[in-house]
Nanobody
Framework: QVQLVESGGGSVQAGGSLNLSCAAS????????VAWFRQGPGKEREGVSG???????TYSADSVKGRFTISRDVKNTVYLQMTDLKTEDTAMYYC??????????????????????WGQGTLVTVSS
């Protein structure tokens, strides 16, 4: 069973930086993508960024390109480095395990995935 444990988040002023971590485990095979989604107040859920665990291919929403960087380590911990944060980045951020087959469809940018599991979420608040 896939498990995702998030850490990081918090409050920062606009222009600042924050880092999120997601310790991911329990994958039945290697062809998984671990990603970050967010949902801000009154907004729909948005796929922010993802990374393939096997080959390191990354995916990002246009809204965060050039500001957010996703990476992984050999223990399948996925990191989201967020810089130049804006007030509109305020949201609950969720780590997610994504595969390429399944019925629960989600997107990061133009790339479609199947959602397998969510983490518990971590709050990011950006003040002006």
């Amino acid at each position: 069973q896939v498990q995702l444990v998030e850490s990081g988040g918090g409050s920062v002023q606009a222009g600042g930086s924050l880092n999120l971590s997601c310790a991911a485990s329990g994958f039945p095979y290697s062809e998984y993508c671990v990603a970050w989604f967010r949902q801000g107040p009154g907004k729909e859920r948005e796929g922010v960024s993802g990374i393939n665990l096997d080959d390191g291919t990354t995916y990002s929403a246009d809204s965060v390109k050039g500001r957010f960087t996703i990476s992984r380590d050999v223990k399948n911990t996925v990191y989201l480095q967020m810089t130049d944060l804006k007030t509109e980045d305020t949201a609950m951020y969720y780590c997610a395990a994504l595969s390429h087959t399944g019925d629960n469809i989600v997107q990061i940018g133009d790339t479609v995935f199947a959602l397998d599991a969510w983490g518990q979420g971590t709050l990011v608040t950006v003040s002006s």
